[in-house]
């Protein structure tokens, strides 16, 4: 075995045994494995980090520790998050890694989001979950989640526990392998040797989804902080889900978080993101966050934003909406304009090229309620912003 990949199924790391590949990150792979010589029979994820990441200082190592902590304050933490399980270092010919182990979870609201049988009913349920989840942190001691967006959000696996390994790998397929093939002459000591070939995750657009719950795990903890402590300015968040102010030189607070949490419950319910760019950079993403609600205020406007010449003329037009500076580009693309599409046609079968089939639509209602609801969220003042117990009080969800 190499590191954070397998030369076949059914290769042992420790005490786990490898039935499939549930998914991977930029750093690592995320393997669903058998506990051997556990009975009842138990599966699990083992997480294994490149070696060049697996520092005492790794994301994955302070989210371990960090929910760990958050356990002995709040015992009820593993309704909405992964309780970690066990952490073991293995040696490969490319150095130590560190090693993992949650219960097994997967696949992300957004894949789900394509596939579940009642999608008015079910996605409501998962982003509502996904607010109180956001409750429930805010509402610790020491801490409150600062890394909302569906991808960090799972959905797990219950139903792994009563079945043997052939049903599990009926039930998700056989694992795909495809061989690495070097190039010719690829002989270099220092780049280190290629894997023996590329092991395909589990598709949960499928039959697979069938396995998932409906219950939600929040996944990342990393970024997590001391509500006295707030995190230094830059902390790395994902363009389309972080809040303006972060882009634009504020330290965090719980208000970032409401704000990101309106975009991932959007995403949620209708399969689309709200703030959405070619590239998620954060001046692109705040460009599009102006298209849809407006100028900011000042001074971010007119000083703080160093690049909003680049997308927008100094001077707004008659209705107060901010002008583009290319001339061949509409300037007023607001969120009602968005929601009457994006949400009047929700639920995408496919992925963009299929963005004429849809699996269902929105009442005018729920639509209307839902634009609300995203507008007090998505108030560009953190102070005007709601708190998550005044989200969770919107009619939206009843709609």
């Known amino acids: 075995m190499r590191g954070s990949d397998l030369r076949a199924f059914g290769d042992c790391i420790g005490k786990y045994k490898v039935i499939h590949k549930l998914g991977f990150g930029g750093s690592n792979n995320v393997w669903l494995c058998r ?6 029979i138990e599966y699990v994820a083992v997480k294994i980090l490149l070696a060049l990441t697996s520092t005492e200082g790794s994301g994955e190592l302070v989210h371990f520790n960090r929910v760990q902590e958050l356990a002995k304050s709040d015992p009820m933490i593993d309704k909405y998050c992964l309780l970690p399980l066990d952490y073991f270092l293995i040696k490969g010919p490319d150095g130590t890694h560190q090693c993992f182990v949650y219960p097994a979870a997967g696949p992300s609201l957004m894949e789900l989001s394509k596939e579940v049988d009642n999608p008015h009913k079910s996605l409501r349920s998962l982003a509502r979950q996904t607010a109180k989840a956001m409750l429930r942190s805010i509402g610790m001691e020491s801490a409150t989640e600062v890394n909302v967006r569906p991808e960090n959000i799972l959905l797990r696996l219950d139903s792994l526990a009563v079945m043997s390994e052939d049903e599990v790998l009926n039930a998700l397929g056989e694992p795909i392998e495809v061989p690495i093939v070097l190039a010719e002459g690829f002989n270099d000591p220092e780049l280190g040797r290629a894997p023996y070939g590329v092991i395909y995750p589990i598709d949960f657009g499928g039959p697979a989804s069938r396995l998932a719950s409906e ?51 959007f995403s949620i319910r209708t399969g689309h993101v709200l703030f959405d760019t070619y590239d998620p950079c954060a001046d692109h993403v705040i460009s599009c966050m102006v298209q849809l609600l407006g100028p900011l205020p000042e001074p971010w406007w007119s000083t703080v934003w160093k690049q909003r010449g680049v997308y927008f003329k100094d001077e707004l037009d008659a209705e107060g909406n901010a002008v583009k500076v290319r001339v061949d580009s509409s300037s007023k693309y607001d969120l009602q304009e968005s929601m009457s599409w994006w949400v ?9 090229e299929h963005f004429t089939e849809f ?8 639509k209307d309620l839902l634009e609300d609801l995203i507008r007090m969220m998505c108030q560009y003042d953190p102070e005007k912003r709601p708190t998550i117990e005044q989200v969770l009080q919107h009619p939206w969800d009843e709609a």
Do not use: Q
């Open 344 to 352: 009047g046609n929700c639920v995408p079968r496919g992925y963009y």
């Open 215 to 265: 219950r939600i795990c929040v996944i990342d903890f990393s970024e997590s902080y001391d509500k006295d402590s707030p995190p230094p300015l830059g902390l790395a968040l994902p363009g389309r889900y972080g809040a303006p102010e972060l882009a634009l030189g504020h330290r965090f607070s719980m208000a970032s978080d409401i704000w990101s949490l309106a975009p991932t419950i």
């Open 359 to 366: 699996r269902c639509k929105l009442s005018k209602k729920e």
């Open 35 to 40: 506990v051997l010589h556990s009975e009842p």
